[in-house]
Structures are given as structure tokens and as C-alpha cells.
């Protein structure tokens, strides 16, 4: 998938077995700048560091899911946040959403495609951004006349 080495991302998760397989279904997609958190503060301190995914535990000992993902909304809105969870309810899910999660992965079957799912949507939205963005097009004339 083109794009996807291009990516920063930050995996936050206390369950140290579920990290290191996340973070290998990124190494499969070809992603290189992966960055791993066994806890929610590590990865807010890090947040300087700018990535542009974080896929992020729902529930975790010393501060949850929810708590982190606002903190990462209020530092950067821009910033696409993932939840994953084993828990099976609907309303953490919509929850997720309500805070300003992009998205949302149940643990379990198929994780690895519904990863590659999820990132290909954030590529795809990326892309559009990109193009529809008047902005980013005048900066790039200005640069022409400037020089």
C-alpha cells in the first residue's frame, strides 16, 4: 500500500504481547516509523514527536483510553486516533467516536486486515485533503513568484 512508510505511528497499549503483535501487522504493511507505548503518559509525552496515527488501547491501568484520547485531540485535532479494545460493546465504540476517535478496532479475529483497512482509509482522506486543499495549492504558486 503506497503511503504507508511515509506514516508515523504510535501504538499505545498495556498488554505488551498485543504491542509487539501490532506492531508487526504494521511491519507487514511496510511501515517503518512505529513508535511503542506500554502506557498512556509515555505516549502523551511524546506527542512532540508529531504522528499522525495513533491506534490506542480503550482500557488501561493508569489512565484510560478516553482520557488520552482527548488530551490528543486537544494538542493536535489533526491527528487520526484509533481505538482498540477486546470489549465487545457497542457503546464503547460510539463513545470512541463521540470523543473524536477516527475509528475503532475490536481485538480479535482479523485484526491485521481490518488494521490495513483503517490505514488505507486514512491514506485515502489524506490524499483528498491534500488535493482539495486551496491553500496548499496557493502556498506552492507563491513559492514560484518569491523565488
Do not use: C, W
Amino acid at each position: 500500500m503506497e503511503g504507508l512508510d511515509k506514516l508515523k505511528i504510535f501504538i499505545v497499549d498495556d498488554d505488551q504481547f498485543y504491542l509487539n503483535i501490532f506492531s508487526q501487522y504494521l511491519s507487514n504493511l511496510g511501515v517503518t516509523d512505529v513508535a511503542l507505548f506500554d502506557n498512556g503518559l509515555d505516549a502523551l509525552n511524546k506527542l512532540h514527536d508529531q504522528p499522525q496515527v495513533v491506534f490506542l488501547d480503550h482500557n488501561m491501568d493508569d489512565i484510560t483510553g478516553y482520557e488520552v484520547l482527548k488530551k490528543i485531540k486537544r494538542y493536535n485535532p489533526d491527528i487520526y486516533v484509533v481505538m482498540i479494545t477486546a470489549q465487545e460493546d457497542i457503546k464503547t465504540a460510539v463513545d470512541s467516536l463521540k470523543h473524536g476517535a477516527f475509528d475503532y478496532i475490536q481485538k480479535g479475529q482479523h485484526d491485521e486486515e481490518r488494521v490495513k483497512a483503517v490505514l488505507e482509509k486514512i491514506l485515502e482522506i489524506k490524499k483528498m485533503l491534500e488535493q482539495s486543499n486551496p491553500g496548499g495549492f496557493l502556498k506552492r504558486m507563491l513559492q514560484f513568484v518569491v523565488v
